[in-house]
């Protein structure tokens, strides 16, 4: 990967930067964190999902970049918004790439022609702003991209080329990826039309609604259900047993989708 890679015309980054070797993009990004940051790496060491899960991958066969972008104070009601853009935006730049694939609420990307296999992981997390009134967020997303099926961890997980992508390229889907992730945070950010677009556009993709699914609550419970919507707050709706309930990110430690 090149050293520096400027922003696309309009959009906001200042550059990405390449690091050889790193334990966490998003743990390196957050000793620091400046709005609208990139880093990413060749060999991330000891990369992390959501509830602290391991992520780690060979040398230069995967996508570990984690970008750091403004949270105004309108939009701190609205935080579980930004996995489902970065999920949005990845998307994007996996189907550019020749693989269809579907968001599974909240935070990871699926591949359909492959079982439903896990392409990519997102994990947000937040930091302190530049200036009172502004938080930061860093959107950390990994995609598995040259893996062989015996590089991959697990049996649940796959990469673009077992997807049939053809010599999938790391830095154009890279770059692919943050044009979206600006364009997703613009509307985010605008709220009104845009942010409807944006909900709309998510819902469209989202393979978790419609299906039975098993929540596994923090409090260990398991509730089954099926998905009746995401709502305009990016949150769950789920119809189970006990009626009618709404789930965000933080209130899941896990959203197993049933077989189709």
Request: charged share 20%; with cysteine; net charge negative.
């Amino acid at each position: 990967m090149s050293e520096r890679l400027a922003g696309r015309g309009g959009d906001p980054w200042v550059g990405l930067d390449v690091v050889d070797a790193v334990g966490s993009t998003n743990a390196e990004l957050l000793r620091d964190p400046r709005p609208w940051r990139v880093l990413t790496t060749d060999h991330q060491q000891d990369g992390r999902g959501r509830l602290t899960r391991p992520w780690q991958t060979p040398a230069g066969v995967a996508i570990a970049v984690s970008a750091c972008v403004p949270v105004p104070e309108a939009r701190m009601e609205s935080l579980g918004w930004l996995p489902l853009l970065a999920g949005l935006a990845i998307r994007s730049a996996i189907q550019r790439a020749g693989v269809d694939a579907v968001l599974k609420w909240p935070n990871d990307v699926l591949a359909p022609v492959d079982g439903e296999r896990k392409l990519c992981g997102i994990l947000c997390e937040l930091a302190p702003g530049p200036a009172p009134g502004v938080a930061l967020a860093v959107l950390g997303v990994g995609v598995n991209v040259h893996q062989t099926r015996d590089q991959l961890p697990v049996d649940t997980a796959t990469s673009l080329a077992l997807c049939g992508a053809v010599d999938p390229s790391r830095e154009v889907i890279l770059a692919d990826f943050l044009a979206e992730v600006a364009t997703r945070h613009r509307q985010w950010i605008a709220g009104g039309d845009q942010l409807a677009a944006l909900v709309d556009d998510y819902r469209a993709v989202c393979a978790t609604i419609g299906r039975e699914v098993d929540i596994h609550i923090p409090d260990g419970g398991l509730v089954h259900g099926v998905v009746d919507a995401v709502d305009d707050d990016g949150r769950l709706v789920l119809t189970s047993a006990g009626g009618r309930t709404v789930y965000s990110a933080g209130d899941v430690v896990h959203a197993r989708l049933r077989p189709a």
